[in-house]
């Protein structure tokens, strides 16, 4: 799988999207050369306004009390919501009343974040790889090959999708492909474990611990011949080929508050059993990055946007960034969230119609060779 099998938007996606995040712009990354694509979906480059941003953490000392116990069945619940969606966005409360009406899980507290901002760095710079790494390449619904993500003090347990583990542990690793001239993986990143329980850790950062969910054996991946593995090396030798890539991520020209998207791709991390509903309805979606500042999903059917937006905001997803970045809502189809660093995506047909099947075998075969 390609880290960067870019791609143009399907003709039925969401115009006014198109307009707003796909204009062309050079990457700060280098773009290897492209592998053969699926053929499922295609995206282009974005222009991503750089306006300053300032992270507001008193939010998060609010734990989402005004949930326990409730559900979204009633009216009062979804005024709740409303009001919690309005005071928190941008949005007028007839479109925050919209949404909340939409939501179909139950508004569970938001899950804890990450408490240290090198341990939410890490998370984003992982879920950031793991969209580049799968694009429109899943099983079973697993987005980016997480089933469940469980905090755990100062570090986060993923549990992983089986059949996809042994994938999600290669693409993390880093590893130098002489044929791309960079780094794969997230830079930096070190393994130990008991090959069912991986710790990958990186230093001065933090750690992720990745296991199947049906506690089943994780063989590390061999590198394949036009890449040097870097994940054996020390976790303080890095190559000056991952220091470059480690300075890439933190101070990328087109991100202008890595602290909210650190937060931000931490909190998609750590919320798979939202996210994945985009997978839901065929078993794979699309995901992919414009650059080190975003992560985009894009599905057709099931959820709505709308829907999914309610969903990721009842779990406290935007809670502590600034109001105006918070949410906005392109179109029913189409929404940013923190100042575009999450862009939701969803085609108003279905593209795969009678070859879902079909495609989704396919998938499942790629991953058995
Ligand atoms: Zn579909």
Redesign the pocket.
Known sequence: MSVARLASISPDADVSCVQRCCGSVPRSHPVPASEPSSGLLRVSAVVKPVVRRTLHLSFLSSPGDMWKGRSMSNSGNAKRLAKKIRDNTSLTLAASFRLARQLNVRPEPPTVDAPDPRQRRLEAHLAHVLAASFQDHQLNGSLLGVRKAVPNGQRLDLLLEPAMAEAVIYELLPRFDRSYGGIRGVPGLRVTGDGRRWTLHAIGLGKVTAARTDHGPIRLPIPRDDEVALWGRLPDDLSRDERHEIEWWVDAKSVDAPDIRDLLMSRLLRRPELVNKAAE??GFANCYNHHAGDLVIE????ETVEALCAALLAHGFIDGVPRADAVELVSRNSALLGDATIILNR?TS????DN?QSIAEHIKKSYES
């Open positions: 309805p065929h599905w057709c059917c099931g085609h279905c593209l795969y119609g879902a």
